[in-house]
């Protein structure tokens, strides 16, 4: 009986048997940057984006998040993601963006 073979690539570059810890490593660094970007971005948006009424709190602190993971994979876990699963979006998208950051993304 053949045993299979776990150190197969999957269709986004990241072999089978890394898929779990790294992807666990990459939630807990996110969690952790989580709790200095998002007061850092609150401050932000206050300062530059508060008086315009296009870009929500909600809609920036997405953002935020957002290309932070793109920064993380293609920096931090560039060596265990080799192709990124998320991409850098601009601000000027993030205009009614659905995405908001959780309370269970800063844990």
Same mark, same amino acid.
């Given at each position: ?11 986004? $570059? @990241? ?5 779990? &810890? +790294? #992807? %666990?490593?990459?939630? /807990?660094?996110? $969690? @952790? ?5 998002? &007061? +850092? #971005? %609150?401050?932000?948006? /206050? ?16 953002? /935020? ?10 920096t931090v ?31």
């Open positions: 009986m053949r045993r299979p073979d776990h150190g197969t690539e999957s269709k986004d $570059g @990241l072999q089978s048997t890394l898929r779990f &810890p +790294v #992807g %666990v490593a990459l939630l /807990l660094f996110r $969690g @952790l940057a989580l709790w200095v970007l998002l &007061p +850092v #971005g %609150v401050l932000a948006w /206050l300062v530059v984006f508060s008086w315009r009424d296009k870009l929500r709190l909600g809609e920036f602190l997405g953002w /935020l998040d957002l290309n932070a993971m793109a920064l993380m994979q293609r876990f560039a060596a265990w993601i080799p192709r990124p699963t998320v991409d850098y979006i601009p601000l000027r998208d993030s205009v009614g963006s659905t995405y908001r950051v959780g309370i269970f993304g800063l844990l």
